[in-house]
Structures are given as C-alpha cells and as structure tokens.
C-alpha cells in the first residue's frame, strides 16, 4: 500500500522559514511529478510548487522567490523550503506524488494527510 507522510509544519513568526518534507512509501517503481499544494479555511486548494522527476519546478506566483521545491528520488522524498513566511502563507499544506508500482497498473495520484503551516504576525 502507497502512503504519503508530511512532516514539517508548524507556528512561525512572519518572516521566518519551515521546511516540510513529504515521504512516499509502499513498493513503489516509478514517480513522476511530485507537488505541494495549500488550503486555507473557506478558500479552494491550490498549487504551491511542482518538481517533476527530472528537477523541473514550477512555482505560484505568490510564492516565486521565496520557497523552493526539491525531492530527493532515492529517498522518495519531496521537499518544500519555506522562506520570508508571511501570515497568507498559513494554511494545510499537502503533498502529492503521480506514481506507479508493482500493485498498480498505471500511474496514479496520492495525497498525504496534510500539515498545518500557522504563520503569525
């Protein structure tokens, strides 16, 4: 069975910096693109940042500059840099990864549980 494992987050001041850290784990063969996303209450989920599994990133404008994506593939790990935290950055951040492996057949998006990010002001 595959599963997905946030850790990381936590209460910042405005400013300050987290780094998350999202593990897949099962008998996996294969990941493609592994991403971070974000919700805040009463808002929709978004997009924070992309890594595909050659190291291309892609980025929300808001968050341009200030957090970098990276993964680790030996690890299966998929990591998010948070720097200048703001109090807009507070939300659930979940981490997803489109993978196969040797239970599946074809490639398939898993979400972890999620991990509160609290900036405050």
């Known amino acids: 069975q595959v599963q997905l494992v946030e850790s990381g987050g936590g209460l910042v001041q405005a400013g300050g910096s987290l780094r998350l850290s999202c593990v897949a784990s099962?008998?996996?063969?294969?990941?493609?693109?592994m991403g971070w996303y974000r919700q805040a209450p009463e808002k929709q989920r978004e997009l924070v940042a992309k890594?595909?599994?050659?190291?291309?990133?892609n980025y929300a404008d808001s968050v341009k500059g200030r957090f970098t994506i990276s993964r680790d593939n030996g690890k299966n790990t998929v990591y998010l840099q948070m720097n200048s935290l703001k109090p807009e950055d507070s939300a659930v951040y979940s981490c997803?990864?489109?993978?196969?492996?040797?239970?599946?057949?074809?490639?398939?998006?898993?979400w972890g549980q999620g991990t509160q990010v609290t900036v405050s002001s």
């Open positions: 099962g008998i996996i063969s294969r990941i493609n693109d």
């Open positions: 890594i595909t599994s050659g190291g291309i990133t």
């Open positions: 997803s990864a489109t993978l196969t492996a040797l239970t599946l057949t074809g490639y398939y998006t898993y």
